[in-house]
């Protein structure tokens, strides 16, 4: 048995049901040698006969719900060091993140607070793959030309940085309090279908299909789980072009050309995902309005080093 203190008190999980424990009864619960006594008392239900105070969840400060998660996490890197002006840095990560309720960054709570292992999924920030490289490259200096050749064509540096990572997960919920628990914009739907994600830069509308999910029972939770879709990919380079100058020996002049997300690609914000009509077409479900980064961005600059 596990027990879970919460702003809305304590709960006792009994093969996955939770039961709300006064508080009162809390300190009781946990000292107590006949502890199936106690949890009956409070219950109505037996309990399982163990009971590890190290399972208890220790409370974040302002949030409404204490959440538990777990993450698998594997990484790889490979670097090359300076060889001939040219420097090498990748790095690939796998990674999965699960838990009830990704309250740490987006304030979220349980749909149903006698149910947690229903919005037991993946965490908002859930990004399965992630691959950065980074290169520098120094051009040769061409220290044996002329001084027009030196000038236009040596003491140049290329630099690249690029970013490729999977979506972010997609949790489909309703605008509707359907189960009339004071609390809407978070109840999910029923599954009635194979849910999917058309999510690139040439398809913005009607990115989910609406027609596999419906609309629960009044007083009732749907059955869908939670972040059960994924986001648009997120693919960015950033080069930058640099040029020194030797004036004196401890003067220099540099410019600098630089330029954010090069080929110009849309990064994409994840398709609203608010279900306010379940007539496919209908509202603004599914559709992409808006980008997580700018588009291509240009700047030059120059610097006087001494």
């Known amino acids: 048995m596990k027990l879970y203190r919460t ?23 946990v000292c107590s040698a006949d502890l199936n006594a106690r949890v009956r008392a409070a219950t109505g ?8 105070p190290a399972t208890v969840l220790a409370p974040v400060v302002n949030q409404e719900v204490w959440a538990a998660g777990v993450t698998y996490y594997r990484s790889r890197n490979a670097r090359q060091r300076m060889s001939r002006g040219l420097q090498v840095l990748a790095s690939y990560t796998w990674s999965h993140n699960l838990d009830i309720s ?15 292992r229903a919005d037991y999924g993946n965490s908002n920030w859930d990004i399965r793959h992630r691959f950065v490289a980074s290169v520098v490259y120094e051009l040769p200096k061409l220290n044996g030309s002329n001084w027009l050749v030196r000038s236009v064509l040596g003491n140049w540096q290329v630099n690249d940085i690029t970013t490729l990572q999977s979506g972010k997960p997609i949790n489909v ?39 596999a999910f419906a609309q629960p029972a009044g007083f009732t939770f749907g059955d869908a789980g939670r972040n059960i879709l994924t986001g648009p990919k997120f693919l960015n380079t950033d080069i930058s072009l640099f040029k020194n100058f030797p004036i004196r020996e401890r003067m ?19 398709p609203e995902a608010t279900i306010t009509s379940f007539t496919p077409g209908s509202g603004s479900f599914g559709n992409v309005d808006s980008i997580v980064a700018d588009n291509r961005d240009i700047q030059f600059g120059a610097k006087f080093i001494f």
């Open 102 to 116: 990704s309250d740490s960054n987006d304030g979220g709570y349980p749909v149903n607070a006698y149910n947690f």
């Open 45 to 52: 239900r037996n309990a399982v006969t163990s009971f590890d």
């Open 7 to 29: 702003t809305n008190g304590v709960f006792v999980d009994k093969d996955g049901s939770f039961y709300l424990v006064s508080e009162a009864d809390w300190d009781e619960l």
């Open 252 to 270: 220099k002049f540099e410019f600098r050309a630089e330029f954010f997300n090069v080929f110009n690609h849309p990064q994409l914000a994840k």
């Open 173 to 211: 919920v309703m605008a509707a309090d359907v189960a009339s628990i004071s609390r809407a914009g978070n109840q999910r739907p029923n599954l009635i279908g194979k849910p999917s994600a058309n999510r690139d830069s040439s398809h913005l509308v009607g990115c989910i299909d609406v027609t």
